[in-house]
């Protein structure tokens, strides 16, 4: 991550967004598509369509997705990242970000999910042809995707959502498989490959879960779709932070995971049992421990 994209994700997270109070937020992300010239626009309820560049007619877009609210009430008196030292996955200390406001109090930070946006304008910057999508009110229910504009995701490849907390990504949402690491020709066996790859160079683990729903559930039914895990730790409080190294992790992925996956479609094959798909993940990144 370079400096002015660190700057763009501090300028982000510094941003006070509320469930159905979303405007400072949208305003941010269509002055900044504005700004640098990528076509975008909000529907009625709010939610922010954005694309750049031209797929070929047998190519389709690679879609990347982060909600544009978050649990904590606007209190307009600011919230200001701080960089501290907190515990990761493995509760190893690593330098994290936090949110205080100007009287230096805890607030919460929101980096669920103001860091997937973040992430996904710093790929829109990298990448030559790319779609958008930034749901409203996705804590209340996953509503602003709910209604997504159909049309839009018709030449849709496959869709990239960054929020999935801490080192996890979600195998399944509300029960829906999401991707299948067992379907040769599927999303999730680039995924799952690019994960274990990973793990090893950057000396890190994942894991597979199956969380309840983010936006991409709404979304699958038309393509697969990957959560990215980017680094935030508990979420939903004022006491949220993010590991800095595992969000740079999460752009490294989310562009790696493009570049491999490609303008194709994937609509992977379903799976009678995501519980065994996670077992069978879980023993690639098994540690190995003590003498042999
Ligand atoms: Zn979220």
Redesign the pocket.
């Known amino acids: 991550m370079t400096q002015p994209e660190y700057k763009l994700l501090l300028d982000v997270l510094a941003i006070e967004t509320y469930s159905r109070d979303e405007d400072q937020l949208i305003e941010f992300l269509l002055a900044f598509f504005a700004k640098h010239g990528i076509r975008a626009w909000r529907d009625d309820i709010g939610n922010v369509y954005a694309e750049k560049g031209e797929v070929g007619t047998y190519q389709k877009y690679p879609l990347v997705v982060a909600?544009t609210d978050t649990v904590h009430r606007i209190h307009g008196n600011e919230i200001i990242p701080k960089k501290l030292l907190l515990p990761n996955y493995a509760g190893e200390l690593k330098p994290a970000l936090k949110g205080f406001d100007a009287n230096d109090k805890p607030v919460g930070l929101g980096a669920?999910?103001k860091v997937?946006i973040g992430i996904c304008l710093m790929l829109f910057l990298r990448q030559p042809v790319l779609k958008g999508f930034f749901p409203v009110q996705?804590?209340i229910g996953a509503r602003g995707a709910g209604k997504v504009d159909v049309s839009f995701l018709q030449n849709v490849g496959y869709a990239i959502e960054f929020?999935s907390p801490a080192n996890t990504s979600s195998i399944t949402l509300g029960g829906f498989l999401m991707y299948n690491p067992e379907d040769e020709s599927g999303l999730g066996r680039i995924w799952t490959d690019l994960l274990l790859e990973f793990s090893e160079k950057r000396d890190t683990e994942f894991s597979l879960e199956q969380h309840s729903y983010?936006d991409i559930v709404k979304l699958r039914p038309h393509f697969s779709c990957i959560n990215v895990p980017v680094g935030y730790y508990l979420?939903h409080t004022t006491s949220e932070y993010v590991v800095e190294e595992e969000l740079f992790m999460a752009l490294d992925l989310g562009e790696e995971l493009i570049k491999r996956a490609g303008y194709r479609f994937y609509n992977d094959a379903p799976h009678p049992s995501a519980s065994r798909l996670i077992t069978q993940f879980a023993l690639h990144t098994m540690e190995i421990t003590g003498d042999l």
């Open positions: 909600h669920d999910d997937g996705e804590e929020d983010t979420y």
